[in-house]
């Protein structure tokens, strides 16, 4: 899909210049300091942002080509986004991870330890203290 949308943003970038040299055409056959002249320079205005915006999306969609594929297909690189703190109530959280508490002693956590260790999942946070 890259060439199609390559297309679109030189057909966008080209129309926009398009319009930026009629609105200059037109700007200068305008009496000066007339509500006219002000329009043809809004156009002026506008017609450059779509090109300029056109070009960024032609360079981006450029670097995106030459990168190869948007997304990774492998395995390895993939995040699981559910983790073993995922299953941990509030309270249980709350002991493991707050230093400042009384409940937060090493008998309380080797317990939330042997009671989830039946989880399968790899612990991706840090290590304990």
Same mark, same amino acid.
């Given at each position: 899909?890259?060439?199609?949308?390559?297309?679109?943003?030189?057909?966008?970038?080209?129309?926009?210049?398009?319009?930026?040299?009629?609105?200059?055409?037109?700007?200068?056959?305008?009496?000066?300091?007339?509500?006219?002249?002000?329009?043809?320079?809004?156009?002026?205005? $506008? =017609? +450059?942002?779509? !090109?300029?915006? %056109? &070009?960024?999306?032609?360079? *981006?969609? /450029?670097?995106?080509?030459?990168?190869? #594929?948007?997304?990774?297909?492998?395995?390895?690189?993939?995040?699981?986004?559910?983790?073993?703190?995922?299953?941990?109530?509030?309270?249980?959280?709350?002991?493991?991870?707050?230093?400042?508490?009384? $409940? =937060? +002693?090493?008998? !309380?956590?080797? %317990? &939330?330890?042997?009671?989830? *260790?039946? /989880?399968?999942?790899?612990?991706?946070? #840090?290590?304990?203290?």
């Amino acid at each position: 899909m890259g060439f199609k949308r390559l297309f679109r943003f030189m057909s966008v970038a080209f129309i926009g210049g398009l319009g930026l040299f009629n609105s200059t055409k037109l700007e200068i056959r305008q009496i000066t300091d007339t509500n006219a002249e002000l329009l043809f320079q809004n156009g002026q205005i $506008i =017609s +450059s942002a779509i !090109v300029c915006l %056109s &070009l960024a999306g032609f360079l *981006s969609e /450029l670097v995106l080509m030459r990168k190869g #594929s948007r997304y990774s297909k492998s395995e390895s690189e993939t995040i699981d986004l559910i983790t073993y703190d995922d299953y941990l109530s509030a309270q249980d959280f709350y002991a493991k991870y707050a230093g400042d508490t009384p $409940i =937060s +002693s090493d008998a !309380v956590k080797e %317990s &939330l330890k042997f009671q989830y *260790s039946d /989880l399968s999942f790899s612990e991706t946070s #840090s290590e304990e203290e």
